[in-house]
């Protein structure tokens, strides 16, 4: 398949790469920045551009993976090319695409990305969604070719699975840092935590969360709760946060819910 690819970023570039080592031809990279098109251009061998102007037809897809606020300006400028376009937003409804264009569809890597470390593309769910059944089809057989993990997921339930992967993901990572600050405070390195996020991380792939959870909140240890608030004196934040977080985990573990 031909693809324009319309972004630089970490999603595009790993996406770009899966796509171009499976056997698809990338056209064109697209970036606002001629620097950024070009570096990810010259990896997967397309030309690069940063004028929608210079944008060609030429092209099966559109694969827009940019920022969620610029997605409807893009699509409309692409909109004259009468070609399928997705997007790669696992918070943006397809329905605002299908404002624009009736050749719509979605295509949402459910991974975190960073240009410096490599992924296995097979290994990453893939969410896909289109405007109609032949879209649909379409995008399932082109998801395939890069992934062994291809879901049709409408957009309600992306959207969900979207705010499911800020609290698995993106919280965890704000805590982990919390922890980097209290162990640096005290000049404790924080590679002494690295093997017990490993292993947390690491059971929740064979039993569900609420299976594996340790800690003083679940065993209701008054004590040492009270203790590492006071620990926390000078810090009504993580006071608050450590308090909100206890209580859920007792509510998880006394009915099954967190609040």
């Not at 970023?9 to 499976?22: E, F």
């Not at 920045?33 to 030309?47: C, D, R, W």
């Not at 559109?62 to 409309?76: C, G, Q, T």
Request: glycine share 6%; charged share 15%.
């Amino acid at each position: 398949m031909r693809i324009t690819m319309i972004g630089s970023g970490n999603v595009a570039t790993h996406l770009s790469a899966a796509l171009k080592n499976a056997g698809h031809n990338i056209v064109q990279v697209y970036s606002r920045g001629m620097q950024n098109a070009s570096l990810l251009a010259y990896h997967v061998g397309a030309e690069p551009v940063n004028d929608f102007d210079a944008i060609t037809a030429d092209t099966d897809l559109f694969i827009i993976s940019v920022k969620d606020d610029a997605i409807i300006d893009v699509a409309a400028q692409l909109a004259g090319h009468r070609k399928l376009m997705v997007h790669t937003s696992g918070a943006t409804d397809i329905g605002e695409l299908m404002l624009i264009t009736g050749y719509a569809g979605v295509l949402y890597p459910l991974q975190t990305f960073s240009k410096q470390k490599e992924v296995n593309f097979w290994e990453v769910p893939l969410c896909i969604e289109g405007a109609d059944d032949d879209i649909t089809f379409t995008l399932k057989q082109l998801g395939q070719t890069i992934s062994n993990k291809v879901y049709e997921i409408d957009s309600l339930q992306r959207k969900t699975l979207h705010l499911a992967a800020v609290f698995a993901c993106n919280f965890p990572n704000y805590l982990y840092h919390i922890a980097q600050q209290l162990l640096a405070d005290n000049n404790i390195d924080f590679n002494l935590l690295r093997p017990l996020i490993k292993e947390t991380a690491d059971k929740v792939q064979g039993q569900l969360p609420s299976a594996v959870q340790t800690g003083p909140a679940v065993r209701k240890d008054g004590q040492t709760m009270q203790a590492h608030l006071q620990m926390l004196g000078d810090n009504a934040y993580l006071q608050n946060v450590y308090r909100l977080l206890s209580e859920g985990i007792m509510n998880m573990a006394k009915n099954g819910k967190t609040a």
